[in-house]
């Protein structure tokens, strides 16, 4: 099929997505104001759950449109592991506990959303052992960046440079997708989601860890990129 008339065909099953993405932004904006907020801290949470579950909806809502293409199926774990995250870092973020269990399993739901969204777009597209590269060298990169004094990560020091490795595996992905597979509003789409994502990790690491780190502004920072990320690789599943 001639990909304009798919695109078009797609476009009109996908009459409803504009509103969707304009509900999910929103919420973003909400994430992004609680985030800050000492009044309503402990509603942060709920908010930032509920955030998640629409990137979801508009992951679901691309499957059914492209009629539940094996993308859709390959990539809804890893978007529920990212839902885990939210919850359990939105948790610890209301307790201003960033170093117990509840961040640690956040954490961890997160590495495991990096590993399943890379294993998905590796079943769709086959895999190259040059996508090991930058995964390999970031727990390196990140030690060199905590090495100061201004870092403060105590007993997360070892975790947080195990989670480095896989933080950059979906990025790598989306380099070795754009240049393998040509320009095109899929593999644009994993690229920007990849980077953008590892963007947020990267953030998170100063707005936590950093002894003094502007934290609101950083907040909105590490918010807005994720955010962006989990809905471009959302919507990737229309275009690839």
Same mark, same amino acid.
């Given at each position: 099929?001639? !990909?304009?008339? %798919?695109?078009?065909?797609?476009?009109?099953?996908?009459?409803?997505?504009?509103?969707?993405?304009?509900? /999910?932004?929103?919420?973003?904006? +909400?994430?992004?104001?609680?985030?800050?907020? !000492?009044?309503?801290?402990?509603?942060?949470?709920?908010?930032?759950?509920?955030?998640?579950?629409?990137?979801?909806?508009?992951?679901?809502?691309?499957?059914?449109?492209?009629?539940?293409s094996?993308?859709?199926?390959?990539?809804?774990?890893g978007?529920?592991?990212?839902l &885990?995250?939210? /919850?359990?870092? #939105?948790?610890?973020?209301? !307790?201003r506990? /960033?170093?117990?269990?509840?961040?640690?399993?956040?954490?961890?739901?997160?590495?495991?959303?990096?590993?399943?969204?890379?294993?998905?777009f590796?079943?769709?597209?086959?895999?190259?052992?040059?996508?090991?590269?930058?995964?390999?060298?970031?727990?390196?990169?990140?030690?060199?960046?905590? %090495?100061?004094?201004?870092?403060?990560?105590?007993? +997360?020091?070892?975790?947080?440079?195990?989670?480095?490795?896989?933080?950059?595996?979906?990025?790598?992905?989306?380099?070795?997708?754009?240049?393998? !597979? #040509?320009?095109?509003?899929?593999?644009?789409?994993?690229?920007?989601?990849?980077?953008?994502?590892l963007?947020?990790?990267?953030?998170?690491l100063?707005?936590?860890?950093?002894?003094?780190?502007?934290?609101?502004?950083?907040?909105?920072?590490?918010?807005?990129?994720? /955010?962006?990320? +989990?809905?471009?690789l &959302?919507?990737?599943?229309?275009?690839?």
């Amino acid at each position: 099929m001639d !990909e304009g008339i %798919r695109i078009g065909i797609l476009a009109r099953k996908g009459s409803k997505m504009p509103v969707f993405i304009a509900i /999910y932004c929103v919420l973003i904006g +909400m994430t992004c104001r609680l985030h800050s907020s !000492e009044r309503h801290r402990k509603r942060y949470a709920f908010v930032k759950t509920l955030t998640s579950l629409c990137f979801i909806g508009i992951a679901v809502y691309a499957g059914v449109i492209s009629g539940g293409s094996q993308l859709f199926f390959y990539l809804l774990p890893g978007f529920w592991f990212a839902l &885990a995250g939210d /919850y359990l870092l #939105g948790l610890a973020h209301a !307790e201003r506990n /960033y170093k117990g269990l509840k961040f640690l399993l956040g954490a961890a739901a997160f590495m495991f959303a990096h590993i399943a969204f890379y294993l998905a777009f590796c079943a769709e597209f086959s895999f190259n052992v040059k996508e090991l590269i930058l995964p390999a060298l970031f727990p390196a990169i990140t030690l060199i960046i905590i %090495r100061g004094d201004d870092f403060s990560l105590g007993k +997360m020091k070892v975790p947080g440079l195990m989670y480095s490795f896989f933080v950059a595996l979906l990025c790598s992905k989306g380099v070795s997708l754009f240049l393998s !597979e #040509g320009i095109s509003g899929g593999t644009a789409m994993v690229l920007a989601g990849g980077m953008l994502f590892l963007i947020s990790d990267i953030v998170l690491l100063f707005m936590y860890f950093h002894v003094s780190s502007p934290k609101k502004v950083l907040g909105v920072i590490n918010l807005a990129t994720y /955010y962006l990320a +989990m809905g471009f690789l &959302a919507l990737s599943i229309l275009a690839l």
